[in-house]
């Protein structure tokens, strides 16, 4: 049912408006005057559909819609002024205050219902606009196989996270994750049955994360966490549940359960480089959780401060 805001000073055609309306169809709410009107219209949730009588106590019918138009944050909301004026520069006066339309008392509700109507059509043209654009938004983000985050929407979360850390001396941590002996799950299962695993794979190691972990998919079978806040020993905690969750249980594909385990390294910001050095790390981590015999977890070598490091190099010479 679609909710209607009726501001009208004078309580007959108050009434008479919400009787009209109710028999339309329509769910209303009502307001005595411009200022209960604002606030109806300001809050969350408030109705997209309004009639505004253009003289009130308070605040005049234009004055409502110039001050609902400035919430620019606000769900676009239809704007009907409801005048006795007729002379032209008045209108135009009320358009300009943000109004979409106007009917003149004493109205005809047959017109009513009709301009009531085009308004509508044009809050269900924006309702599809916006879900058009959330569409496009989520398409631009995700990988279409997983559902995950793509690789460069992850590597942006990355740079997010690691300015945060920074900024609030806070931890951070990145796993870079791949999938033991893939060619051979494709090779016995077939391709399809392969991207499959990785959709289910994906979906298993979602539900491991905590909601402000982000997970992407970073190349072919290989994946990447940005944990923020997680130290070394926190990122290890997570880097074993996936690891066990993936391990436990085959993975449901088409062609059937399909055992699959996953190889991981694990790297700690330390304060100093940023993404591609951090990613770098965990890389050489997740190459030595490879040649260690797969499955399994692996952290990146220490970093040493820099000047411990340039006197260690120095007592190499
Ligand atoms: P390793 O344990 O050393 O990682 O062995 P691996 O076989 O997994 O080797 P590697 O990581 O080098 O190869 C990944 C394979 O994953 C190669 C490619 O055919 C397959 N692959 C990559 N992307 C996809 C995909 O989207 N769908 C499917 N089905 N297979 C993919
Ligand atoms: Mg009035
Ligand atoms: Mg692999
Ligand atoms: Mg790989």
């Given amino acids: 049912m679609t909710r209607i805001l009726i501001a009208e000073d004078a309580p007959v055609s108050r009434r008479l408006l919400q009787a ?5 169809g329509y769910s209303v709410e009502v307001a005595k005057d411009g200022v209960e009107a604002l606030e109806a219209l300001l809050r969350p949730g408030a109705p997209q559909l309004a009639i505004l009588d253009w003289e009130m106590p308070g605040l005049s019918g234009p004055e409502v819609c110039h001050r609902a138009r400035a919430r620019s944050d606000a769900e676009y ?64 983000s995700r990988d279409s196989l997983t559902g995950l985050y ?24 990145v796993l870079i994750l791949d999938a033991d002996h893939f060619k051979r799950v494709n090779d016995r299962y077939g391709h399809q049955a392969g991207d499959d ?5 994906a979906s298993r190691l979602g539900s491991v994360l905590r909601p402000y972990d982000s997970l992407g998919r970073y190349g072919g079978e290989e994946l990447i966490a940005v944990l923020p806040g997680c130290d070394e020993e926190g990122a290890l905690e997570v880097a074993e549940r996936m690891r ?14 399909v055992p699959l385990t996953i190889s991981i390294g694990s790297a700690t910001w330390s304060g100093r480089g940023n993404g591609d050095t951090l990613i770098a790390r965990a890389d050489e981590a997740l190459y030595r959780a490879k040649s260690a015999g797969r499955n399994r977890v692996e952290k990146a070598a220490l970093v040493l401060p820099r000047a411990i490091a340039s006197v260690e190099q120095a007592a190499l010479v």
């Fill in 20 to 24: 009209l309306l109710t028999q339309w």
């Fill in 77 to 140: 909301c239809y704007l009907l002024l409801l005048t006795s004026r007729d002379g032209r520069t008045d209108l135009v006066q009320g358009l300009r205050a943000g109004a979409d339309d106007y009917v003149t008392k004493p109205f005809d509700p047959g017109e009513l219902q009709a301009r009531l109507r085009t308004g509508e059509r044009i809050l269900a043209l924006q309702r599809q606009f916006l879900e058009a654009q959330e569409a496009l938004r989520l398409q631009a």
């Fill in 150 to 173: 793509n690789r460069r929407v992850v590597l942006e979360r990355l740079d997010e996270e690691l300015a945060r850390a920074g900024r609030e001396a806070s931890e951070l941590s």
């Fill in 197 to 201: 695993t990785l959709h289910e794979l």
């Fill in 244 to 257: 066990s969750a993936v391990d436990s249980i085959p993975l449901a594909t088409r062609a059937g359960p």
